[in-house]
């Protein structure tokens, strides 16, 4: 569903801190130009507010569920501790009709690595929550019940959520974001699925606040 290749940003030649992004094809930013994605956005965002961080690593791509995720982060080149480090991943594992229960499993164990990642500092880790695509142009025409969507991304997130809150980092909520906008054809790409540039501004946005407070964090 939700392919793009593995996305990885050349690191700044500074001694800036270091951004590492996780993810699917949110993370990658499906059908969108690489200074659109929203990891991408949020870097710039936090440049223009004297914040320097280095353009993020990204290890995400279409279509990819918990464990590919993980998988690929083991064979990924990586340079701890990141001084950001953000997740967002579970869309493909409810697409794909996968159990709650496994995915509070593996998300669980993502998150851990996301915190070591983090030099083993939560208050570096930011859990964005998962979208809501049954308001697309294409969940509108898959033929499933929108309804039924949006109650069981409800059940990951509530999952999600409640992790990262054991786990003490922070968290983003940007599924009301896509409720409110994601039907509209300029929040969406070419394939009526995927966040525009203008979609990914606004997460950008949400995220800006808990980036600005985990870079100020000791």
Same mark, same amino acid.
């Given at each position: ?36 994605? $929203? ?15 280095? #353009? ?7 279509? $990819? ?25 579970? &869309? ?6 996968? !159990?709650?229960?496994?995915?509070? &499993?593996?998300?669980?164990? +993502? ?15 930011? &859990?964005?929550?998962?979208? !809501? $695509? ?10 499933? !019940? ?6 069981? +991304? ?7 959520? !409640?992790? #990262?809150?054991?786990?003490? &980092? ?49």
């Amino acid at each position: 569903m939700l392919g793009a290749t593995t996305g990885s940003d050349k690191a700044a030649p500074d001694a800036s801190p270091r951004f590492l992004a996780l993810g699917d094809s949110y993370t990658i930013g499906e059908g969108v130009a690489e200074t659109d994605r $929203w990891p991408m956005q949020l870097a710039a965002k936090l440049r223009t507010q004297g914040i320097l961080i280095e #353009s993020p690593q990204i290890i995400a791509k279409t279509g $990819w569920t918990t464990d590919e995720l993980s998988s690929a982060m083991d064979g990924a080149t990586l340079h701890p501790p990141y001084a950001l480090v953000t997740l967002l991943i579970g &869309v493909n594992n409810q697409y794909r009709g996968r !159990d709650t229960g496994n995915y509070r &499993v593996e998300f669980s164990a +993502l998150l851990q690595r996301a915190i070591h990642l983090a030099g083993d500092l939560p208050q570096h880790v930011i &859990v964005v929550s998962i979208p !809501d $695509w049954g308001v697309t142009a294409f969940g509108q025409k898959s033929g499933r !019940d929108t309804q039924q969507i949006a109650r069981e +991304l409800d059940a990951y997130n509530a999952i999600n959520r !409640d992790v #990262s809150t054991a786990q003490h &980092v922070r968290y983003v909520d940007i599924a009301n974001v896509s409720r409110a906008g994601g039907a509209r054809a300029e929040m969406l790409t070419e394939d009526g699925l995927h966040p525009s540039a203008a979609m990914y501004a606004q997460w950008a946005a949400q995220v800006l606040p808990e980036a600005r407070a985990a870079l100020s964090s000791h």
